[in-house]
């Protein structure tokens, strides 16, 4: 079999030029699952069979573009190749979230009856008439909820640098399919920081679009309009492709244009967050460590970092978890079955079905609000400047209490309790989910490793937040400091 690129850019360009087939390049990838999967639980369900069918049937549509007008074609920007979809032949794994056609979709839950879904989601149909192939379903945290990815179905998603530690969530899995190779990039959802957090953990660029940008990963059953899919990959120009395919209507290529140098910004570099006052924290060294290096990039490619102070209301905490356990409280299970949910999960139903509507209302009326006022503190500069996470990645079962051991995992004990772990989550990731309410773009960029360098240690990441319609920019900006 010829050589598989690592990057992204690389595999779409052999995919796109005959080099490599779309069979070769699956049965590449689902070959890395067989080996590595059972250590990491990335993928909860992999659709081998179905996967090869889908490449054979690729392959073939490949050989009739190039019988056809451009007959010999082989750059990939020139002849036939130009009529195949954007990402032709591209393996790709979806979070168990997601809905694809004949698989069955968990939510990571044991609450639910696990049955085939009827038909694609939108955002897997968006990326199925772009050309990938889908390989499976990956791990995610029960009705994506928690910034680890562990649930009473399947095994945690664990971190590809350090198995004994969390992937993040609630794209866990998608984000440790990507860090170990098992896949070239990935799209993940966004609803509080579940694209941001996992790439941070595995040591990946993750991109959160703005609001309205991606309109295949947003839900009908998220009334703050925080959910958003958007790109998990190793580098910006592999996440500039992905944005390509999730926003085929936009005029200018993303890869196209990743890597024009951005002009010099101002950037505010700030530790403030919203949850401060009711989870007070603080950061450890080493996400210090990462800011200090992110700032020092920065400066060095042009940059202008100075010290801003971002004043949050406190009452936001209370706002933002009304609005993001909505949804949860509507969810259709069977009162015989509550019992198998999460603890969390349970709790936060529980409160969500207490609450009246006129609570949700009023917490919804609230968020618009903080939107406004954050929106008009950020936007004296250019860019936002934080760390992506306050702690290095956490263990495995770190957050619940409970014990996954390799034999365990099913019938591990959830110890810890509701309000402990959400606890937990929040001072882990305090700059993630104010990102999501205010609707704005933001970036993670692992630019720190604990131990000096990946094969030593832990991936540590800042955070840039841009204004509206500054996707383009943010991904400039990490190509720019060499990601």
């Not at 990838?29 to 639980?41: C, K, M, V, Y």
């Not at 032709?88 to 839950?109: I, N, R, W």
């Not at 406190?314 to 706002?319: C, E, I, K």
């Not at 709790?347 to 609450?355: N, S, V």
Request: aromatic share 6%.
């Amino acid at each position: 079999m010829p050589e598989i690129p690592l990057s992204a850019v690389q595999l779409r360009d052999s995919l796109r030029s005959g080099e490599l087939s779309a069979r070769e390049a699956t049965a590449h990838f689902l070959a890395r699952i067989a080996e590595r999967n059972p250590l990491l639980g990335a993928f909860v369900t992999v659709t081998a069979e179905q996967a090869m069918a889908d490449a054979g049937a690729a392959d073939v549509r490949y050989a009739r573009f190039r019988s056809g007008p451009g007959k010999g074609a082989t750059d990939p920007a020139g002849g036939a190749a130009e009529s195949l979809p954007l990402l032709h032949g591209m393996p790709l794994g979806f979070k168990d979230l997601t809905d694809v056609a004949g698989v069955v979709t968990t939510h990571g839950s044991a609450a639910l009856d696990h049955k085939p879904a009827p038909a694609d989601g939108a955002l897997t149909a968006l990326l199925k008439a772009a050309g990938v192939i889908s390989l499976g379903k990956t791990q995610v945290p029960e009705f994506g909820l928690t910034a680890y990815s562990e649930n009473r179905i399947a095994p945690p998603s664990r971190n590809p640098h350090a198995p004994s530690r969390s992937s993040g969530g609630s794209s866990g899995g998608s984000a440790a399919a990507v860090a170990a190779g098992l896949l070239p990039f990935a799209p993940g959802t966004d609803g509080g920081g579940s694209i941001r957090i996992p790439a941070a953990a595995c040591g990946l660029v993750g991109l959160k679009p703005g609001r309205g940008q991606v309109p295949a990963g947003e839900s009908s059953s998220d009334p703050a309009g925080l959910v958003v899919a958007g790109p998990l990959a190793r580098t910006a120009a592999d996440a500039a492709l992905l944005m390509d395919a999730l926003v085929p209507s936009l005029k200018t290529s993303y890869l196209e244009a990743v890597r024009i140098e951005p002009r010099p910004l101002c950037i505010g570099l700030t530790l403030d967050s919203p949850w401060s006052a009711m989870f007070p924290f603080t950061p450890e060294p080493e996400a210090l460590e990462a800011l200090r290096t992110g700032r020092d990039m920065l400066e060095h490619a042009g940059h202008a970092v100075t010290e801003a102070a971002i004043r949050y209301d406190n009452r936001y905490p209370d706002a933002f978890t009304t609005a993001w356990t909505a949804a949860v409280g509507t969810a259709r299970i069977s009162p015989q079955r509550e019992a198998l949910l999460a603890p969390l999960t349970r709790t936060f139903r529980r409160r969500a079905q207490q609450r009246s509507a006129s609570k949700l209302n009023e917490s919804l009326a609230f968020l618009r609000r903080f939107q406004r006022d954050t929106t008009v503190q950020y936007g004296a500069w250019d860019l936002m400047l934080m760390p992506a996470l306050a702690q290095t990645p956490r263990p495995v079962g770190w957050f619940t209490g409970a014990t996954h051991g390799d034999e365990r995992w099913p019938a591990a004990a959830w110890a810890g309790d509701a309000d402990d772990d959400y606890r937990r989550q929040c001072e882990f990731a305090p700059w993630s989910s104010m990102v999501n309410v205010c609707g704005l773009p933001a970036i993670t960029i692992p630019v720190y490793w604990t131990g000096g360098q990946p094969a030593h240690g832990l991936p540590m990441g800042i955070q840039l937040v841009g204004p509206a319609g500054s996707e383009l920019l943010l991904l400039q900006v990490a190509a720019q400091l060499g990601f």
